[in-house]
């Protein structure tokens, strides 16, 4: 049973920096597609960021494109989300998710094309 566990949230001021990590269990995160997410109070879940794990190919929302960085650790079967210059309106719940299909077949920015999920980590930027 594939298990994603968040960590990393908290309260920053605007300009700061967070690092997010996504831990998985139970699988490797080989051979898959890992996502970021995020979701505002009274707003849409929006994609933010993915990587491919084979070959590390990378993808990002345009609003956080030359700010965020999505990264792996293979030793640590782990994802990063490094956020730089966050703004207020980056304040989100942030969400890992991740799909073991072929990653040829999955539409990075799909939320329905993941089929496991973190909790969720909250990211809250200060003005």
């Known amino acids: 049973q594939v298990q994603l566990v968040e960590s990393g949230g908290g309260l920053v001021q605007a300009g700061g920096s967070l690092r997010l990590s996504c831990a998985a269990s139970?699988?490797?995160?080989?051979?898959?597609?890992v996502g970021w997410f995020r979701q505002a109070p009274g707003k849409e879940r929006e994609f933010v960021a993915a990587?491919?794990?084979?070959?590390?190919?990378?993808y990002y929302a345009d609003s956080v494109k030359g700010r965020f960085t999505i990264s792996r650790d293979n030793a640590k079967n782990t994802v990063y989300l490094q956020m730089n210059s966050l703004k207020p309106e980056d304040t989100a719940v942030y969400y890992c998710?991740?799909?073991?299909?072929?990653?040829?077949?999955?539409?990075?920015?799909?939320?329905?094309?993941?089929?496991?999920w973190g909790q969720g980590t909250q990211v809250t930027v200060s003005s």
């Open positions: 998710a991740a799909s073991f299909a072929s990653p040829s077949f999955i539409r990075y920015s799909h939320p329905q094309d993941y089929n496991y």
């Open positions: 139970g699988r490797t995160f080989s051979s898959s597609v």
């Open positions: 990587i491919r794990w084979n070959g590390g190919n990378t």
